[in-house]
C-alpha cells in the first residue's frame, strides 16, 4: 500500500526540522565579537548562525560553537574550508564541523 501524499510531506518536513548542523572555530582573537564573527563569516559565504555557544578559553584561544538551524553536516562541511586556517588579526583561526545531535522520537 502506498502512503499518503500529506503522511510522506509530514515526515520530510519532520526531518528537516530536526537538521542543525554545528561549526566549531577556536583560536579566534581574544576581543573578536559576535559581530565581528558574523561579518566574518558573511565574508566568506557563509549564512547566518542561529545560535552561539561560548566554549571556556584554553591553551588555544577563545572557541566557540555556531549552531546553524536546518543545514545539514554536508552543506557545513562544503564551507568550513573557506575559513579553516585563515589568519585574523595574529590569529589563525581553526574551523571544525561537528555532526549535529541527533534525537529520534523512537
Not at 20 to 44: G, I, V
Amino acid at each position: 500500500h502506498a502512503l499518503p501524499a500529506t503522511f510522506v510531506q509530514s515526515a520530510i518536513d519532520c526531518t528537516a526540522e530536526r537538521r542543525m548542523a554545528r561549526l566549531w572555530l577556536n583560536n579566534l582573537p581574544p576581543d573578536f565579537t559576535e559581530d565581528d564573527l558574523a561579518a566574518f563569516l558573511d565574508k566568506y559565504g557563509f549564512p547566518p548562525f542561529d545560535a552561539l555557544t561560548p566554549m571556556p578559553d584554553n591553551a588555544t584561544g577563545k572557541a566557540v560553537v555556531l549552531s546553524f538551524d536546518g543545514m545539514d553536516e554536508e552543506m557545513l562541511r562544503r564551507l568550513q574550508p573557506r575559513i579553516h586556517n585563515v589568519f585574523v588579526g595574529d590569529r589563525t583561526i581553526r574551523a571544525h564541523v561537528a555532526p549535529p545531535s541527533r534525537q529520534e522520537p523512537w
